[in-house]
């Protein structure tokens, strides 16, 4: 059964572990003046390399920042990441 996560303005239905509870939010936004594959691979989740492939997944450039990801494009990253 999926988790709910509240995020400003939109609820989800999480149903992946990486993104419910396993800091997937929290690694993506822990590095300032980063990019997400590297914010990613800097907090641990995962590597440069994967998170690349993740972010190419969901339509996204390698270098795209956290920030400019929709709420909605988290669950799908999380996956992609899986």
Same mark, same amino acid.
């Given at each position: 059964? &999926?988790?709910? *996560? *509240?995020? &400003?303005?939109?609820?989800?239905?999480?149903?992946?572990?990486?993104?419910?509870?396993?800091?997937?939010?929290?690694?993506? +936004?822990?590095?300032?003046?980063?990019?997400?594959?590297?914010?990613?691979?800097?907090?641990? +989740?995962? &590597?440069?390399?994967?998170?690349?492939?993740?972010?190419?997944?969901?339509?996204?450039?390698?270098?795209?920042?956290?920030?400019?990801?929709?709420?909605?494009?988290? &669950?799908?990253?999380?996956?992609?990441?899986?």
């Amino acid at each position: 059964m &999926p988790r709910e *996560l *509240l995020l &400003p303005g939109l609820v989800l239905g999480a149903s992946s572990a990486e993104f419910a509870g396993g800091g997937l939010i929290e690694a993506a +936004f822990a590095h300032r003046r980063k990019t997400l594959a590297n914010s990613l691979s800097l907090a641990g +989740f995962a &590597p440069r390399e994967q998170a690349v492939a993740a972010l190419g997944a969901i339509g996204r450039e390698s270098n795209v920042r956290a920030e400019a990801l929709s709420p909605a494009e988290f &669950p799908a990253l999380a996956e992609a990441l899986r």
